[in-house]
């Protein structure tokens, strides 16, 4: 029997970058089912829908099954999990995220992380993947989700199949602790593309936030994040390979 993998995302179901990853699985051997948001559910954390009913319906063409669900990535696997699935997948991944997921104050609140964090907590291995894109294409694929440019089409793939493979190679090994294997993807990725294991920049954002010229509200402005850490995450990818970071959320630090 094939491996069964279970694909989630934070950018919706939709995306074009779920869609490659769900590909890449398939040419993997992979039997592959899909729980995603039905919108996109991006710097969510590892938030639950605690206070209202979730909606679910079949999405057609994705997999072998794939459901459309009205909730956060954390819903989608627990909710697959828990009702969706006869028997646990081998495997759970999320991505491939539209943007990278480095930096610790960007891994602590990403729905790409939390939906692989999720299925790590039912004991199952978890992989989370990312793809770095310039300012300007990150806008555009941002704006349009479903469609990936041409260009980046080759470097998509090379993510989607280094990330299937990867997690082909976990199925059947055992899963100790809460693990997240969380791959962040330069933007020129090439199949000869080298991986580096990697550690979570431990930055300082500041704040988010910009008042009003009224001075009683405040919207979104994106902070600055600066590292001289040669292996953290961020410094990876900056010299263009693949950053490979391992959370483990069931250690901690002695006192």
């Given at each position: 029997m094939k491996p069964i993998a279970l694909l989630t995302?934070?950018?919706?179901?939709?995306?074009?970058f779920l869609h490659a990853l769900v590909a890449a699985c398939m040419r993997e051997g992979f039997d592959v089912v899909v729980a995603?948001?039905?919108?996109?559910?991006?710097?969510?954390?590892?938030?639950?829908?605690?206070?209202?009913?979730v909606t679910l319906a079949e999405y057609p063409n994705l997999g072998r099954q794939?459901?459309?669900?009205?909730?956060?990535?954390?819903?989608?696997?627990?909710?697959?999990?828990?009702?969706?699935?006869?028997?646990?997948?081998?495997?759970?991944?999320?991505?491939?995220?539209?943007?990278?997921?480095?930096?610790?104050?960007?891994?602590l609140s990403s729905g790409t992380l939390a939906g692989a964090t999720e299925g790590t907590s039912w004991g199952l291995p978890?992989?989370?993947?990312?793809?770095?894109?310039?300012?300007?294409?990150?806008e555009q694929v941002h704006r349009n989700?479903?469609?990936?440019?041409?260009?980046?089409?080759?470097h998509l793939e090379a993510a989607g199949r280094h990330a299937a493979r990867f997690a082909k190679g976990l199925v059947g090994q055992p899963s100790p602790g809460l693990l997240v294997h969380s791959f962040n993807?330069?933007?020129?990725?090439t199949h000869d593309t080298a991986m580096e294991r990697s550690t979570?920049?431990?930055?300082?954002?500041?704040?988010?936030?910009?008042r009003s010229a009224q001075g009683f509200t405040f919207a979104w402005n994106d902070g600055e994040s600066l590292t001289t850490d040669k292996q953290s995450d961020?410094?990876?990818?900056?010299?263009?390979?693949?950053?490979?970071t391992v959370f483990d959320f069931g250690a901690t630090a002695p006192l």
């Amino acid at each position: 029997m094939k491996p069964i993998a279970l694909l989630t995302n934070d950018d919706g179901i939709n995306a074009a970058f779920l869609h490659a990853l769900v590909a890449a699985c398939m040419r993997e051997g992979f039997d592959v089912v899909v729980a995603a948001p039905s919108g996109e559910r991006s710097w969510i954390g590892r938030a639950f829908s605690r206070h209202r009913e979730v909606t679910l319906a079949e999405y057609p063409n994705l997999g072998r099954q794939a459901w459309s669900i009205d909730g956060t990535p954390s819903d989608c696997v627990n909710i697959a999990l828990g009702h969706l699935l006869p028997v646990k997948p081998d495997v759970v991944l999320s991505g491939i995220n539209i943007g990278f997921n480095a930096t610790m104050p960007l891994c602590l609140s990403s729905g790409t992380l939390a939906g692989a964090t999720e299925g790590t907590s039912w004991g199952l291995p978890a992989v989370a993947c990312s793809l770095d894109l310039e300012k300007s294409l990150f806008e555009q694929v941002h704006r349009n989700s479903s469609v990936c440019p041409p260009a980046l089409r080759p470097h998509l793939e090379a993510a989607g199949r280094h990330a299937a493979r990867f997690a082909k190679g976990l199925v059947g090994q055992p899963s100790p602790g809460l693990l997240v294997h969380s791959f962040n993807y330069p933007a020129t990725v090439t199949h000869d593309t080298a991986m580096e294991r990697s550690t979570p920049a431990l930055v300082r954002h500041g704040s988010l936030f910009k008042r009003s010229a009224q001075g009683f509200t405040f919207a979104w402005n994106d902070g600055e994040s600066l590292t001289t850490d040669k292996q953290s995450d961020l410094a990876v990818l900056e010299r263009g390979l693949i950053s490979h970071t391992v959370f483990d959320f069931g250690a901690t630090a002695p006192l």
